[in-house]
């Protein structure tokens, strides 16, 4: 006889390999995360999926649009139609290049229909969710393939494959482990491996990312209390916490160690040396676009400085990285290179590159982003689900690109993604709340 606490949360995985179990909406979800595999450019780099996106959200409103109602989603939806509504009231203060302005208002809009499209098709279905975003990684690695460019041919698997491999091996690993939290430790071995190829190959960002993911899912039986219907009291969430802080400095302590001797290579060696891993250096020297995006940010905080914020003179504050020691005076030559190879204002940041092009309505609205992919992180460590690695994964990968990586492209299937998945964590974490008080 099952005890309450199993019938609660018992082991669930996903099952992708029984045909009878497929409806036409989910080959289309499928087919919709596959066509990411090529782009046209329009606009801008317009993908398929995009193309094919729109069209789903009038044949599922009807049906579909109650599961707007959810409180996450009502305020994603809200600051959403405020950032765009900020970044077209900006340009036309401020005058804006019309193409400029066309291309900043897309980038929002089209963002928008990604997610809303995908939250329709995908809600509240986790077995959907997972066979999409198996398309969407297969996507990703035919797309370098179909179209690639210099960047993919200098580093393919940073530019190319490394990525999408890593999250197709996520992918794997929620069919395989589901909420189980001990199947989950037992593949924390692949996942931790391919994080340290990623990280010899110099792709630390995903490789840090990968081995911060393997090694929680590798410390859940222990940490939280093996899924089994109990939720993860205050005291083992702040020992997580801890260990999250312990085990990103281990990784970066790691990493710094190995690439100061020449472990990983001579291009690993290079940029250590180029970005001198020492503290706080390490950050700056390696997103050093921050400085002049906040001299932009101080100057127009509200309004900002329009799609595709551009502006010369912020530029020059590059040249503080010398000021302040951060680059030594024999490196001129690299910093004269970055003042004079764009006029845009650089922000490689999320956060800071919405804030720059559209005020402060575009910070806000990566922020309460922000919220979302904390509390379904949360909520998945209080309460594993059948999308657990998954979870964990896309969840460290967006705070990374929140702070450290800039918004475009690809990048929007991607959050449209990731934000449909938190969201679905978020209500069935309602659900069962719901649940418990009618027990």
Not at 409 to 417: C, E, F, G, I, V
Not at 419 to 437: G, H
Request: glycine residues 8%; proline residues 4%.
């Amino acid at each position: 006889m099952q005890t309450k606490a199993a019938m609660e949360n018992p082991i669930v995985r996903i099952s992708l390999l029984d045909p009878r179990g497929y409806s036409l909406v989910d080959v289309i979800a499928f087919v919709i995360g596959l066509s990411s595999a090529y782009y046209l450019s329009l606009i801008g780099q317009v993908y398929l999926a995009e193309i094919l996106l729109p069209l789903v959200i009038p044949l599922l409103w009807r049906n579909k649009n109650k599961y707007l109602l959810l409180k996450e989603a009502k305020w994603l939806s809200y600051a959403g139609i405020a950032w765009l509504l900020s970044q077209i009231v900006s340009d036309l203060i401020l005058s804006t290049p019309f193409f400029d302005s066309l291309r900043g208002w897309a980038l929002i809009a089209v963002f928008l229909v990604d997610w809303l499209a995908l939250y329709l098709l995908l809600m509240p279905n986790p077995r959907r969710i997972i066979l999409s975003l198996f398309g969407f990684a297969l996507g990703g690695l035919f797309q370098p393939i179909l179209q690639p460019d210099k960047l993919f041919l200098a580093d393919a698997w940073k530019f190319g494959f490394g990525q999408p491999l890593t999250l197709l091996l996520v992918l794997v690993i929620c069919v395989m482990a589901g909420n189980s939290l001990v199947r989950n430790a037992f593949w924390s071995l692949p996942l931790g491996i391919v994080g340290l190829l990623s990280i010899y190959l110099d792709f630390r960002s995903m490789g840090g990312i990968a081995l911060l993911t393997a090694a929680l899912m590798f410390f859940s039986p222990i940490l939280l209390n093996n899924g089994r219907g109990k939720r993860v009291g205050l005291q083992r969430m702040v020992m997580l916490g801890l260990l999250i802080i312990g085990l990103s400095w281990m990784i970066f302590a790691g990493y710094t160690y190995a690439a100061k001797n020449g472990w990983l290579g001579s291009v690993s060696r290079v940029n250590y040396q180029l970005q001198y891993a020492e503290g706080l250096k390490v950050i700056i020297n390696g997103r050093s676009d921050v400085i002049p995006a906040f001299y932009a940010i101080k100057d127009s905080p509200w309004i900002g400085h329009g799609s595709w914020a551009r502006d010369p003179k912020y530029r020059n504050y590059y040249y503080d990285l010398i000021r302040l020691g951060y680059i030594g005076l024999n490196e001129t030559s690299r910093i004269d290179y970055l003042v004079t190879s764009s006029n845009t204002i650089p922000a490689h940041s999320h956060i800071l590159q919405s804030w720059i092009w559209s005020g402060v309505m575009g910070a806000f609205f990566w922020l309460v982003v922000l919220v979302i992919v904390i509390r379904a992180l949360i909520t998945t460590i209080k309460f594993p689900n059948v999308v657990f690695a998954f979870i964990l994964f896309s969840s460290f990968l967006s705070v990374w690109n929140l702070f450290f990586s800039p918004f475009g492209s690809l990048m929007r299937l991607q959050w449209a993604y990731f934000l449909t998945a938190s969201l679905y964590i978020l209500m069935e974490n309602d659900r069962f709340s719901l649940r418990r008080k009618l027990l």
